[in-house]
């Protein structure tokens, strides 16, 4: 039997799905390119630039040699030190292999055939893959100006709509809803409707009317909301996600987690993480900083932006951005191109470095220079 007609024996709904494209890796361009690894560039996984607090580092490194056994499956002390850190129960946590291992688990939950998830044009690409890894339909609402235009996603909810993925902020726009506008969506929501509010980017916001969604979670018995160490945390590597929901959706999720899918290493780099919030902030600080030297070198070569609450800038080339992606990368710049996001004009720079963003911008400057 060839592998086409296999093709065809897979679940629709995995049948449908456009692959998840992840940034290539430094070693394969470098390989590529002929061009040295610490030459290269990478600014396309939101990742810190930073790298993880040396706390993390060092609780790891402590355990190297100690991995024959299973981790805590139940994750007691990362949970513990989660639940003091939000004014929770740990049994209102959920942990995942990443956030989007929790992504998956509240639509193994909550979604399947005959069931529906509403989501936000140009809004992060997982949520189209969970939906419909599980044979759930997805239905994209109108974005305005490339952010959640709530009304259009509450206009989509249906009779059959489970879940309402909301990302904020949102990758890859940058783009986050403020308080009042979340909190009347929530408000009005139905009550049969899981509402996933992803805050993977919250701890770079700087803004007093950005919702922290999980004080909310006792207004809201259907609120979902997810985080990650994967972001400000600099533990992308690791996989540690987290859902906070009632103790009742816990318990599903739960229940349909692998026993064992947050490794020992990962649980301990967190925890040291989470004790290190200087870390966090001097990343924060530093991507502030960064942020605003990049809408500035930007500006000065005429193009737009998005304005973004996260650590990533979209831009718009007024072009196809993916000759220029793959001039950058020629050049040893690894960034993001969202034509799969329905924006094939921008390209999306993760905020690193302060040299590495001079060296995309000049990069980026000689090639637009080029074309001229
Ligand atoms: C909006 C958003 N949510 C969730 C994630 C998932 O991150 P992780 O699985 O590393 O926690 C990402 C990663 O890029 C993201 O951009």
């Known amino acids: 039997m060839s592998a086409c007609d296999l093709h065809e024996y897979a679940m629709p709904g995995v049948q449908g799905i456009n692959p998840y494209q992840p940034g290539k890796p430094i070693s394969a361009l470098a390989r590529e390119i002929g061009m040295d690894e610490r030459a290269i560039i990478k600014l396309a996984s939101n990742e810190n630039p930073l790298g993880p607090s040396t706390r993390a580092t060092e609780a790891v490194s402590r355990l190297l040699g100690e991995q024959a056994r299973y981790p805590d499956g139940g994750a007691v002390e990362l949970r513990e030190r989660l639940a003091q850190h939000h004014g929770c129960s740990p049994a209102q946590i959920t942990i995942g292999n990443g956030s989007n291992d929790?992504?998956?688990?509240?639509?193994?939950?909550?979604?399947?055939?005959?069931?529906?998830?509403?989501?936000s044009e140009h809004a992060f690409a997982v949520y189209p893959l969970s939906t419909q890894a599980v044979g759930a339909t997805l239905v994209v609402a109108p974005a305005m100006e490339w952010g959640h235009n709530l009304d259009a996603m509450a206009s989509a909810v249906m009779e059959d709509t489970r879940v309402v993925w909301i990302a904020n902020p949102n990758n890859p726009t940058g783009t986050w809803i403020d308080s009042d506008a979340l909190h009347g969506f929530l408000s009005q929501l139905p009550q049969d409707v899981v509402a996933v509010v992803d805050e993977a980017y919250i701890e770079f916001v700087d803004d007093d009317n950005y919702p922290d969604s999980s004080l909310w979670l006792d207004q809201f018995p259907n609120l979902i909301v997810t985080r990650t160490f994967s972001k400000a945390y600099g533990l992308a590597g690791y996989r540690?996600?987290?859902?906070?929901?009632?103790?009742?959706?816990?318990?599903?999720?739960?229940r349909v987690r692998q026993p064992f899918n947050v490794n020992t290493l990962a649980q301990v780099a967190a925890i040291a993480a989470l004790d290190d919030q200087d870390h966090l902030k001097q990343g924060v600080e530093l991507n502030r900083d960064e942020m605003?030297?990049?809408?500035?070198?930007?500006?000065?070569?005429?193009?737009?932006?998005?304005?973004?609450?996260?650590?990533?800038?979209s831009v718009d080339l007024g072009q196809p951005a993916l000759p220029l992606?793959?001039?950058?990368?020629?050049?040893?710049?690894?960034?993001?191109?969202v034509g799969n996001?329905?924006?094939?004009?921008?390209?999306?720079?993760?905020?690193?470095?302060?040299?590495?963003?001079?060296?995309?911008?000049?990069?980026?400057?000689?090639?637009?220079?080029?074309?001229?």
């Not at 992606?325 to 050049?331: E, G, I, L, T, V």
């Open 102 to 119: 929790v992504l998956d688990l509240i639509a193994r939950t909550f979604l399947g055939e005959r069931r529906s998830a509403v989501m």
């Open 325 to 337: 992606f793959d001039a950058m990368q020629k050049q040893g710049v690894i960034v993001r191109p």
């Open 240 to 254: 540690v996600g987290y859902a906070l929901s009632s103790e009742t959706i816990a318990d599903l999720l739960n």
């Open 292 to 313: 605003r030297k990049m809408e500035h070198g930007l500006d000065h070569l005429g193009l737009e932006w998005i304005p973004s609450a996260g650590n990533f800038i």
């Open 341 to 372: 996001y329905g924006m094939p004009n921008h390209l999306r720079i993760s905020i690193g470095l302060p040299e590495e963003n001079s060296r995309c911008l000049q990069v980026l400057t000689t090639i637009l220079r080029e074309q001229q």
